[in-house]
């Protein structure tokens, strides 16, 4: 993920026109810092949290990958540039959702054990 902002940075502070840099661009720089921020928080949430922010931290980079595309269609950045940035956006998204899934396979076994030793009990 950073190494994708650092890619966006390094576009959006030389080629973005000022008026979308200013608007649009502004936007998508702080949705590269939510979906860092989710990232980070889900990282180091409890079991029962992690599920909850990595839904939010997909839904944000959604509407980043949404963004960029607006971005491209105003003219704002080159096929070129936005064909690498979506791609590794996408790339993002898959990580963050095989996160998911798997968090929710973790909670519901630990749920499933937790449940089994209470029946023994």
């Known amino acids: 993920m950073l190494a994708f902002y650092v890619e966006w940075h390094q576009i959006f502070s030389r080629h973005v026109l000022k008026d979308l ?3 649009l661009g502004v936007r998508i720089d702080l949705l590269f810092a939510e979906v860092l ?3 980070s928080l889900a990282q180091f949430a409890s079991p029962a949290l992690k599920t909850d922010y ?3 931290t997909i839904g944000k980079n959604d509407t980043l990958k949404f963004m960029l595309y607006a971005l ?3 003219g704002g ?3 070129k540039q936005f064909l690498s940035l979506s791609l590794k956006a996408e790339e993002v998204g898959r ?3 095989g996160w998911k899934i798997s ?3 973790r909670t519901a076994e630990r ?3 937790t449940a089994g030793v209470r029946r023994k009990a």
């Open 21 to 23: 840099r200013y608007s």
């Open 103 to 105: 968090s929710e396979k």
């Open 54 to 56: 990595l839904i939010s």
């Open 77 to 79: 950045i080159s096929e």
């Open 72 to 74: 491209y269609e105003l």
């Open 95 to 97: 990580m963050l959702y």
């Open 111 to 113: 749920a499933a054990t």
């Open 37 to 39: 921020e989710g990232i």
